[in-house]
């Protein structure tokens, strides 16, 4: 009890910190002085009346979608005598694994870089400055020539680490025991079987309704979708984080979708938050980086060839090289088993004091990134408002599919769980697709597109 | 069977009676190598002629109608691709008439209201006769965009864009123009018949040396509705049974072809942004082969919805259902309504920012070629639905409101939903029995359809 306790206050003691420097804190406290003037708000029970306001004018409700926000993201302290490396990921092996990726990653973005001769950052001439703020909206139109540009890395690249993947305390002999894994990933981390997803998705069972099955034509709408999207229109009109969350399970009614998204990620965009993005995009025309022609390749290889997202083509260059720019992203490299590359100043290699993250945001882009943003542009069409969605699902949930992490929604979890699946529930399939030697194809590469980049990987392979 | 006229022949064929009878195998004939003949070619008893064969089913090219439709004998069963005058629809010029001839009736008949139902049509003057009008609209107007469109020629070819008289007055002076002495020369008339519909033979053999090349000038609808900074246009297939009674199909399925180039309307001159046609963008340098340029109307409904909400989409789409029946009836009349003519329409409807549905042209031979994998397998379905509508197997009962991806839309009157006699009331209760752009399920339904049939068969043999 007293550890559940202390627990408990030591999260609280974090969130408080944490929003003690945001936003929502300046305006709450603004809006305790202003409610001075209320006459409802009496001297005597000062607290509980202002307390009371808070509750009725929705500061309250946004408070605990800042709370829930937090809660969602940030993990619970392990041991208090855990070092900060093990919440990024508490397995050695596997920081092992990650730190060597990163370096490989690295050194081929240099290696390109020392090559081409090009800088990782260099500023923009004013006339230069002036025809990207004109283009701004259409930089798609641009067709810079980036045939001498390699993507740093391949999805197939990470596949083939992850592979690889080996614990040192586990024998892994030539025999084969019941213990060895026949897939790709071996691991041996905990996933979840059927019976336990079964109850962690209990919301995906038949007896309960769910959009996209039981609003198919056939199926008058009373039974469950007229109620299901009234619902969902009330819990918009709540303004409530956790019961969105909730409620989604269910599926979305596609008018409601975006609304939904930004509000479990807790987002409402402030004139704040449209600033933020103003500045980034200050950035991006001020100065030129290397990553930026790394996007421009990716786009122009995936999303632009891609039947429904070429349209947006637009879109991801306003979103992808603002993102590359975001220092705020650094702050989930707290929990992200990852770390952000370190560059130093031409001349001053080693020396601490001249470091510098490279990107700015700590995450080079390899092929395929942009395919993390395509889908979100058929909800948002704002541009400051789809960088925020954008931005939250990644340190939310997108850097667990590019980091070697023993968490369970990390790569590595989901490939082993697929693959653990495949294998119990359908041996015939799994055992034919090996023998066909279907294995990344058959297996693992749902996770991995098939698209081929143009020009080599780090391997040195094409 | 079918022959040419003035062979000797005795009597009618063997399909007397009312009852259709089933034929050991069905005889076609076409002319067109794309998806149609992979889906001609693969019906179970179907069997290809070629030349001078005697045929049940021609999937023909308007210009084989044009000149042997009149001198062609065809038995009761025999079925053809073609109105033969479907241009009464096609040809811009003429469909104009044709709606506002329309418009006039309704307007007569059930008031304004209801005749503002066929403003779907941007406003437009034939060249050169309207001349004059056009100019007095021009000058009403002043400073909005026209776009100058040939009527009789399509993929996008000889359409440009102007917003003064004097850049078609240099067109008038380079091409088209050369027939023309002056202005004020009576213009060049084809003859109309009492019934209002053209005879386009006639109106061809007016012209002495060079072909005058009749074009359309028509308001420019200046603020499309954009996805990505782009323009597109839709296009949607209806299947046409009959004129006289009014019986028209629509299928599910169809797509949005996007242009290559973000709009704007200060380039009225790159032909690029303008025009959607898929042949166009082909030629444009941004053009990669790999690009779909095409999203199927399924996403771009469910794009709507997402972003406008089910009410907005549900009031587009149902103008949309007003464009191709109102469209249909203005020329309901003027068709020569031929029991073996039936004709699949592309409609290409353009939205504007408003969420308003404007119609652009209507095409009688739409393009059977496919662009890509998704667009081979939309056209395949297509053309195997059309071909089970038209039902040379004689499975149908007649009474199917709906066949794979074709929703009966018009049967002599509006097609509810649900099941009954169509409610013409017009009130409340009356839901369309159209799907455009939704969920299609055609091979359950088919699989279900068939065997139903089947055991109806059993039943009354």
């Known amino acids: 009890m007293l550890q559940e306790e202390s627990d408990l206050s030591l999260v609280i003691a974090q969130i408080v910190q944490k929003l003690k420097g945001s936003n929502l804190y300046a305006q709450l406290e603004r809006q305790a002085w202003a409610s001075l003037q209320r006459p409802e708000i009496k001297l005597q029970s000062l607290k509980e009346d202002i307390k009371e306001f808070f509750k009725i004018s929705g500061w309250e409700k946004k408070l605990q979608n800042a709370v829930y926000s937090e809660l969602s993201v940030f993990p619970l302290p392990s041991h208090p005598a855990a070092p900060p490396e093990h919440l990024k990921e508490p397995l050695v092996y596997m920081r092992k694994a990650q730190g060597s990726w990163e370096k490989r990653i690295l050194k081929s973005l240099n290696s390109m870089c020392t090559e081409l001769s090009i800088p990782l950052a260099r500023k923009r001439p004013v006339g230069e400055q002036k025809e990207l703020l004109n283009k701004w909206n259409e930089m798609g139109t641009d067709e810079p020539d980036l045939s001498l540009f390699r993507p740093v890395y391949a999805p197939k690249d990470f596949l083939e680490v992850l592979i690889n993947l080996r614990n040192p305390n586990y024998e892994n002999g030539d025999s084969l025991s019941f213990r060895t894994h026949l897939g790709l990933i071996q691991v041996p981390l905990k996933v979840k079987d059927i019976p336990e997803l079964k109850e962690f998705f209990v919301e995906l069972g038949l007896t309960t309704g769910q959009l996209g099955i039981d609003d198919s034509t056939q199926v008058p709408p009373e039974l469950f979708e007229n109620e299901h999207v009234r619902i969902g229109q009330k819990v918009l009109a709540e303004q409530d984080s956790a019961a969105a969350q909730q409620y989604i399970r269910q599926g979305s009614p596609t008018a409601l979708r975006a609304e939904l998204w930004a509000l479990i990620l807790n987002i409402s965009s402030q004139p704040e938050d449209i600033l933020y993005y103003e500045q980034l995009k200050t950035n991006v025309i001020q100065h030129d980086l290397l990553v930026d022609s790394l996007i421009y390749k990716d786009v122009k290889l995936t999303a632009s060839n891609d039947d429904y997202y070429f349209v947006f083509e637009d879109y991801l260059y306003q979103v992808l090289l603002c993102f590359s720019r975001d220092t705020s992203v650094l702050g989930h490299f707290a929990y992200n088993s990852a770390s952000p590359p370190k560059s130093y100043i031409r001349g001053k290699l080693g020396l601490e004091e001249y470091a510098v993250f490279y990107p700015p945001n700590g995450v080079i882009p390899f092929h395929g990134f942009s395919m993390y943003v395509a889908p979100l542009c058929f909800l948002y069409h704002e541009p400051s408002k789809l960088y925020q969605i954008f931005r939250e699902m990644y340190v939310r949930f997108f850097f667990r599919l590019h980091s070697i992490s023993s968490h369970p929604s990390g790569i590595v979890s989901l490939c082993l769980l697929f693959e653990t699946l495949l294998q119990t529930y359908l041996p015939q399939l799994f055992y034919h697709l090996r023998e066909i030697g279907a294995q990344p194809a058959g297996s693992c590469c749902v996770c991995f597109p098939s698209s081929e980049p143009d020009g080599g990987d780090i391997t040195g392979r094409s | ?461």
């Open chain 2, 1 to 461: 069977m079918s022959r040419p006229k003035n062979q000797n022949y005795k009597g009618h064929g063997l399909s007397k009676g009312k009852e259709r009878e089933q034929r050991a195998s069905i005889r076609f004939k076409t002319t067109l190598m794309n998806t149609l003949m992979d889906v001609l070619r693969h019906r179970p008893g179907w069997v290809e002629v070629k030349d001078e064969g005697e045929w049940d089913f021609y999937w023909c090219d308007v210009s084989w109608l044009r000149e042997n439709f009149d001198h062609t004998y065809m038995d009761e069963h025999v079925r053809i691709s073609h109105f033969r005058n479907h241009y009464e629809l096609t040809r811009k010029n003429y469909m104009v008439k044709n709606l506002k001839r329309f418009r006039k009736q309704l307007e007569r008949e059930a008031g304004k209201l209801e005749a503002a139902k066929c403003d779907f049509f941007p406003k437009t003057f034939e060249m050169p006769c309207e001349y004059h009008l056009f100019v007095e609209e021009f000058r009403k107007n002043p400073g909005i965009t026209w776009i100058m469109k040939p009527v009789a020629r399509s993929q996008g070819k000889g359409i440009f864009l102007f917003r003064r008289l004097k850049d078609i007055m240099d067109w008038r002076k380079g091409t088209a123009g050369k027939k023309l002495t002056s202005l004020e020369a009576p213009p060049a008339r084809s003859t109309v018949n009492p019934s209002g519909s053209h005879d386009a033979r006639s109106s061809d053999d007016q012209k002495d040396e060079i072909p005058v090349e009749n074009y359309v000038a028509q308001r420019y609808i200046e603020n499309p509705y954009l996805i990505g900074g782009r323009k597109f246009d839709l296009r949607v297939y209806v299947l046409v049974m009959s004129y006289i009674p009014l019986r028209a199909w629509l299928y599910r399925d169809g797509f949005a072809r996007f242009s290559n180039t973000r709009f704007t309307l200060s380039s009225i001159d790159d032909q690029y942004v303008h025009l959607t046609n898929v042949a166009v963008q082909k030629t444009s340098p941004d053009y990669h082969p790999k690009k779909g340029c095409k999203w199927m109307l399924q996403r771009f409904r469910q794009y709507l919805a997402s972003k406008h909400g089910p009410e907005a989409v549900e009031t587009l789409f149902s103008d949309m259902d007003n464009i191709f029946v109102k469209s249909l009836q203005s020329v309901q009349k003027v068709i020569i309504s031929d029991k073996h003519c039936f004709e699949l329409y592309g409609y290409d409807i353009l939205i504007d920012q408003t969420l308003k549905p404007w119609l652009l042209e209507v095409n009688a031979s739409p393009s059977l070629t496919a662009s890509s994998q998704e667009d081979y397998e939309l056209k395949t379905c297509l053309l195997e639905d059309t071909l089970h509508v038209v039902d040379m197997e004689a499975r149908l009962t007649g009474r199917e409101k709906r066949v794979g991806g074709f929703d009966l839309m018009w049967n002599d009157g509006p097609v509810s939903r649900e099941e009954g006699p169509p409610d013409l009331s017009g009130m409340g209760n009356f839901v369309a029995n159209t799907h455009l752009g939704c969920v299609n399920d055609r091979n359950n339904q088919l699989r279900q359809l068939f065997r139903s049939l089947q055991n109806q068969k059993k039943v009354s043999s």
